[in-house]
């Protein structure tokens, strides 16, 4: 990745944001912004859709953060982002409102790894000390002077070794938590550390920067891949603790039959109290390229792309049609603690490197990708919709692993969005217990449906109905050097089918005998 470039860049050691580097030298305004706000033409910002208004953008911010204003935008105006590698820096409140902004990809930029806009907190890290922690710990004897989000990491050990196409031999163990002024942790800790070979703590702020509004249009990039990925930014960076994003709109247009994907539009990492509250983001065309194992794999653009979070919250966000497959998942997270997903309407939500505490779907649609999840601790579905394949996948790439409970209530599901399969399965789940993850993997230790109904009505002649679980874990008496744990119990009240033919737990005597199965 080549920041350098970048006229305000970023130092990015394992994936995780340090710090600034090389900020512009801006030049004052020629009328010094005298109000309560601050406006982009200020600085010189036409708003015609046609002149790079980037520059007067970037100087705008820089004065506002400098003076503690917040910034306001015009109506009516448009501005283009242009193509130069420059990122605006924003540290205040920004009501964007009815405002449209251009992003043109469609030819060459400077840098296309560069962001417009990075939020950021004033506030300066600190040097702190942990020679261990213990999974679960929920105390420190440190008391900072205000709450901190802290990133911890082990390059000792690597876990989330994945499988299959897109395979590689893992991530260095890490993780974020809150350590609040008392010594207290939020966010428990999930992983044992015997050394920490790295660790950050940043302040966190204790109002809200909030960002208001924005009609974001992305004229979007042609270039080519044959192999491998090559993401591309020129997107919205949140690394402030105590965000909220409400209103917000992004469009995609100008895709053909060659492009790069992009790392989230909304791209929020290693911060905490993060809120997204009625935003709208365009689903990407999936394109393909050639993976590590060196096979075709599909490849997408995430208009979300979140990791290194505590307590994360999106409220009423929609997109556009969530069930089409010619789109790819809008989301995409990892390494995340505590997800609220609320009143929204989203093609799938996907966890690929674990969450933990609690994953929370609430009064959702999801579409054709469905939900996806692997983690710890309590996964809740109640009054949701779920359109994909199987109501949750736990995905096999990382081992199908949930250490903990899951619970539904109150749901419906329209399998693989109608068009039935012959036998389709509740929980997608696979792990043949020869891989090692770098994690003991595990079905979830129970599971409660309480309320479900399954709209499969549409069924093909030679239907076998239902199953709980899949053929999920091999043949009986097949050597398995890191054993899959099966679910305990598996609680059934108020399931009914469309089809009127009751599920089966599965088809692998082995999952028949372990699993408790008990309709209530």
Known sequence: MNDSLCRLGTLLIGGLVLFSQAEPKVEQPQTVATGE??????FGAVGDGVSDDLPAICAA??????HRKPVRTKAG???HLGRKALTARIATPTDWGTSKFIIDDS????NHKCSLFDVVSELKPFKIEIGRLKRGQQQLDLKPARD???YVQNSKVKIYRRRGRNQNSGTAQREVFILRSDGTIEGDIIWDYDHITSIKAWPIDPKPLILRGGIFTRIANRMRQEKGYNYWRRNIRIERSNTVVDGLIQHVTGETDVGNPYGGFLNIGTCADITLRNCRIDGHKTYKTIGSAGKPVNMGSYGYSVSLVVNFHMINCRMDDINDRSRWGVIGSNFMKNMLIEDCELSRMDVHQGVSGTYIIRRSKLGHQGLNAIGSGKLIVEDSTING????TFRPDYGSTWQGDVVIRNCRWIPNTGSIPKQPTIFSMRNDGTHDFGYPCSMPHSITIDGLFIDDARHPEDYKGILYFPDAIGKAG???PFPYALTETLRVSNLETASGVTPRLSTNPELEQKIKLKIE
């Open 148 to 150: 901190a989000l802290v």
């Open 107 to 110: 030819g060459e930029v400077e």
């Open 37 to 42: 706000f601050v406006t982009y033409e200020d």
């Open 77 to 79: 105006a448009t501005y």
């Open 478 to 480: 097949d050597e398995r």
């Open 61 to 66: 911010h820089e004065y506002a953060n400098k």
């Open 389 to 392: 394949g199987h109501f949750i």
